[in-house]
């Protein structure tokens, strides 16, 4: 035992060591130090102090509490003070009322100080003390760093929420000018404007829908990235919404020629409960992304079902090119978001890289994930898998229809600051039949609808004085039951999933982004006002059917051949020739109409019946004109659209001004 | 202050007591000690503890010491005719309890009068020692602090903190009754082998010395020592003798008691042991313990800065199950006046004498000599 007495400051040493540095919290880390230090070194006071280069001492901890109260503990630090960066380097020591105290340095950071009523520390103990504070040092420095790289990383985070918040802005800030531009170019579109000058306005209204879609990509992928987007899952056809994208998508692949190919696996349940819409961006995205990088071979889209558990399937979407491919190198990063594998922004359409991004974050919050197998002039194979809960399909009659409302006998409240806006809104509903009161802001909306009875009210959301949701709850507080039923329709730029709740929340019905389009408008107001009270405008018939091998033989329209087609009924040919006279202008003119509110669905199937009607009427390059419209509306390549719009009216008028005695 | 001791150690003469000292206006607060015989339950005592207004708090102990005897029957009670604030810790040993949190909020820090602290805690919670460090921190040594550890000796854990609400378990209470004290901590034991590194350990529980089973390295050194021979039931009987020594400089090693054997070659130990830390193991000779005592009263009569009127003696029941019949010996070397002396025998004391952190230590005397003024004794 008589090493005992050498062995104990070594062994305190090592205690002491081990409770430096066991956090990297510097309250944490340097309480539960200061207490080891105390307790096996028989202090009873003590405290770290941070000392920067010409400043005052910090105390970074003590223990006890408010340890200055200790007269040694005071003397000590008054000391240091006093010796100011001569204290640095040596140790300052003293007697105050019974205690002995030290005030040690720790390189780089500051001082020790610790008090005794034990006697003074032998000299071994202190040469102990300093390799530990030396430790101690060091340690206070790395929590030090932790700390600044966590308050860089939330400074980080901080400004990457106000990115969010700034697109958001953004976001609302262009919709809001570009609501005006579009929906003022629309109204333009609707008059009689000379061909050249329709074509202008046509450009305007196609560059700002490509403005848009940037925006929205930027905007999506950013609510998207901060969780600030929500699904809604709903019963959902599969085949109903593979095929709609197909059937959009096969046009272009078309173009390419290009076969393009859906296989639905016969084990896929009819209906699944998933977002049809997002579903269908990421099919589009996919199928899209296999069109623009092949130039030859076919594109195979298909859907299977691997797996059947108790309560969900496990879906997994293929789509399978035999494109240019891509390396390993590049697969690594293609769902990094702005990444663009093949160099470059396509103008012709559109996109800042975003595509993929978007796909693999919607298929996550989806459940499921996305993955590429590629060669590299072999093709791709992409691959989606999701977990959803099967169903029974929606009936056909849940699927929307395009149909414009008949608003006749309606009175509409439009709250809106902005006159271009109030104007826009206000001829798409005197367009649709309607009559309509615009107001100016939400006081004088809550205050017409104190007075006055509307069928809907259209409420811009950030108005002057009183804002939209206010107002709303105004109307709502009424109290009566007209005021609690009307359909109030959120008019707004704002685009991310809170505002949307924000207005449901305020007592609103619906919900209508900006720039609103008659369609989109049509669309809400059907959707929101009571079973019955609008009528849809009645579809077209479709003309009868003829003989297609003999319409394939001539160009121009040759009335004779139709005569003779119909067997040289003249009575019949001339009621044929009338109906076409009354119904071909109007379905050109919604087609027109869908283009210039950049309804391209609705205006490539205006041109698909086109296309089927001029062949009925044996006219095949009017069909083929038609044909190709179709396409380019299906690809939204409005350069060409605009250009074989131009021509159509040549195209029918050979038909309308024909010489029917043939 | 009144004193008064209940041999008969039942609920109906500590009901008188109480009642009368409830009724006396010079009494500000009541401490209470118990022995385990007593019997007390929560049932028993919570509805009369919970009938006094006045601040209360106590401990049950298995045995106490009253007039320099050792009681294994009867009740303590003792009425402080002083201002005294109490605060409770429940639930000491859950991790998730925040110790400093809960001192501040029912404690508050001392004013810059000097106070005497009394702490009693449940002496088989597991966290005392998380708790002290939390109290040190609030309090720092300008309050003279000294409590003990309750419990019974059949080692298992039940409730012995007496409070307003009822008698409690796991929890520790602190009182600051005014006045000053001269606090006196020895032990007396010595190091027989060792140092050995805690390679393993959580809480109380010792698993590793020296990365191997902690009873397996100290039986290696008792059995060599003792000439005795562990077995199934005899683990306390040879332990008693043989506490670890913790290491601190320039003082005595605070003391921690192995109280039985854990799973896979751990050991249970009074008070928490630390991964890091380094153990002696010691062993007692009788008249170094003995002397020891005398050592802690002696401190506190010279560290008192008035004029003494009561000794409270805070000692280690596994001294008196080491020291036996001589225990009277210790109890003579504490009672060496007409000062009364009063106190209990503990699972563990709790003391910052002399200036020092404050401890958990064990099989150690503390000692504590009041400024009560004696002519309001009454014993």
């Given at each position: 035992m008589t090493n005992k007495s050498a062995q104990l400051p070594i062994q305190v040493a090592l205690e002491i060591a081990l409770a430096?540095?066991?956090?990297?919290?510097l309250a944490t880390m340097t309480r539960e130090a200061l207490r080891t230090y105390l307790r096996k070194l028989n202090c009873h006071t003590g405290m770290i102090i941070r000392s920067p280069l010409g400043a005052d001492p910090l105390v970074v901890a003590e223990s006890p509490r408010r340890a200055l109260r200790h007269p040694a503990a005071a003397r000590a630090l008054e000391m240091l003070r006093a010796r100011g960066e001569d204290a640095s380097a040596s140790v300052l020591s003293g007697e105050c009322e019974g205690s002995h105290f030290y005030v040690m340095p720790l390189t780089d950071y500051g001082h020790l100080m610790l008090c005794r009523s034990a006697g003074e520390f032998g000299p071994a103990v202190l040469a102990s003390l300093n390799k530990l504070n030396a430790k101690l040092s060091g340690a206070c420095v790395a929590c030090e760093q932790n700390a600044d790289l966590a308050r860089a990383k939330q400074s980080a985070e901080d400004a990457d929420t106000a990115k969010t918040l700034f697109l958001a802005n953004m976001s609302h800030e262009i919709r809001t000018p570009m609501n005006g531009v579009l929906g003022l170019a629309n109204l333009l579109l609707l008059s009689d404007l000379p061909p050249r000058e329709h074509g202008f306005v046509q450009t305007i209204c196609s560059s700002a829908e490509s403005l848009l879609t940037i925006i929205d990509d930027v905007l999506h992928f950013s609510t998207l990235e901060h969780g600030q987007f929500s699904l809604h899952p709903e019963p959902t056809s599969l085949r109903a919404v593979m095929e709609s994208v197909v059937d959009i998508l096969q046009p272009v692949a078309q173009e390419k020629d290009l076969p393009l190919h859906l296989t639905i696996a016969g084990d896929v349940p009819a209906g699944v409960i998933v977002d049809p819409s997002r579903l269908r961006q990421i099919l589009t995205n996919l199928i899209t992304n296999a069109i623009k990088f092949t130039e030859r071979g076919q594109i195979d889209v298909i859907l299977q079902c691997p797996q059947r558990g108790t309560n969900t399937v496990r879906l997994e979407l293929l789509v399978i090119d035999t494109g240019i491919g891509i390396s390993d190198e590049q697969a690594a990063r293609l769902f990094d978001p702005f990444h663009q594998v093949h160099g470059g922004y396509d103008r012709s359409r559109?996109?800042?890289?975003?595509g993929l991004a978007i796909t693999r974050e919607l298929a996550s919050m989806m459940g499921g994930d996305v993955s590429v197998n590629s060669s590299l002039g072999e093709g791709s194979e992409f691959r989606v898998t999701l977990e959803v809960e099967p169903c029974a399909a929606p009936s056909e009659d849940e699927i929307a229809t395009g149909a414009y409302a008949n608003l006749a006998g309606m009175r509409i409240l439009v709250a809106e600051d902005d006159e271009t806006n109030q104007l826009v809104v206000g001829e798409m509903l005197r367009l649709l039949g309607a009559q309509y009161r615009a107001v100016g802001d939400g006081l004088e909306a809550a205050e017409a609808a104190a007075t006055e009875r509307f069928d809907v009210i259209l409420m811009?959301?950030?108005?002057?004085?009183?804002d939209g949701l206010a107002a709303t709850r105004a109307i709502r507080a009424q109290g009566t039951p007209w005021a609690k039923e009307v359909p109030i329709i959120a008019l707004t730029a704002h685009v991310m999933e809170e505002h949307r709740d924000q207005c449901l929340e305020a007592g609103m019905t619906g919900f209508l982004s900006k720039p609103i389009s008659p369609a989109g408008l049509s669309r809400a107001l059907v959707q929101h006002?009571?079973?019955?009270?609008v009528a849809d405008h009645p579809q077209l018939d479709v003309p009868t059917s003829v003989d297609p091998e003999r319409g394939a033989r001539a160009e121009r329209f040759d009335v004779s051949a139709l005569a003779a087609m119909l067997g040289n009924n003249h009575e019949l040919l001339e009621r044929v020739l009338d109906t076409f006279r009354d119904e071909a202008p109007k379905v050109f003119a919604d087609l027109t109409e869908a283009l210039e509110e950049q309804d391209y669905d609705k205006a490539a199937r205006l041109a698909h019946r086109l296309k089927g009607t001029t062949a009925n009427m044996t006219a095949n390059g009017a069909s083929k004109l038609f044909a190709r419209l179709e396409a380019a509306l299906s690809a939204q390549d409005l350069v060409a659209a605009e250009a074989l719009v131009a021509r159509a009216p040549v195209a029918l008028d050979e038909i309308l001004l024909a010489d029917r005695s043939g | 202050m009144l004193i008064h001791f209940d041999s008969s150690g039942s609920v109906d003469a500590l009901e008188g007591y109480l009642t009368a000292l409830e009724d006396d206006?010079?009494?500000?607060g009541i401490i209470v000690f118990a022995c385990t015989d007593n019997g007390f339950t929560p049932a028993s005592l919570d509805p009369l503890l919970a009938s006094v207004n006045k601040p209360l708090i106590g401990g049950v102990f298995p045995n106490l010491i009253y007039r320099a005897q050792k009681v294994s029957r009867g009740t303590i009670v003792w009425g402080v005719a002083r201002p005294m604030d109490v605060g409770l810790v429940p639930a000491l040993s859950d991790a998730t309890t925040d110790i400093d949190s809960v001192l501040d909020r029912v404690l508050g820090e001392p004013g810059d009068e000097s106070t005497l602290q009394f702490v009693l805690v449940d002496g088989f919670s597991s966290r005392i020692g998380a708790f002290l460090n939390a109290l040190h921190d609030l309090t720092g040594t300008a309050v003279d602090t000294i409590g003990g550890g309750a419990g019974s000796l059949d080692m298992v854990q039940r409730p012995c903190i007496m409070t307003n609400d009822g008698l409690i378990m796991d929890a520790a209470v602190v009182s600051r009754l005014g006045g000053t004290a001269g606090v006196g901590v020895a032990h007396g034991w010595s190091p027989i082998d060792g140092s050995f590194h805690i390679t393993g350990a959580e809480n109380t529980v010792l698993h590793t010395l020296d990365w191997r089973p902690a009873f397996e390295v100290y039986r290696e050194v008792v059995e060599k020592h003792s000439g005795r021979r562990f077995s199934d039931d005899n683990f306390f009987d040879i332990a008693k003798a043989y506490p670890f020594g913790l290491a601190r400089l320039d003082a005595e090693r605070i003391v921690r008691d192995p109280l039985m054997r854990g799973e896979h070659g751990a050991l249970v130990c009074v008070g928490e042991v630390n991964e890091g830390e380094h153990v002696d193991i010691l062993h007692g000779d009788r008249g170094a313990l003995i002397a020891a005592a005398q050592v802690a009263r002696e401190q506190a009569d010279a560290t008192i800065r008035e004029k003494p009127g009561l000794r409270l003696f805070m000692d280690c029941i596994s001294r008196v199950l080491f020291l036996e019949e001589d225990f009277e010996q210790e109890l003579a070397r504490v009672a060496i006046d007409d000062l009364p002396v009063i106190g209990a025998c503990t699972f563990g004391e709790i003391a910052n004498g002399a200036g020092e952190f404050l401890e958990f230590f064990n099989k150690t005397s503390v000692v504590a000599t009041l400024s009560e003024a004696r002519q309001q004794i009454e014993l």
């Open positions: 430096i540095g066991n956090s990297l919290d559109g996109g800042v890289g975003l811009d959301v950030q108005m002057p004085r009183v006002l009571p079973r019955g009270s | 206006p010079k009494i500000q």
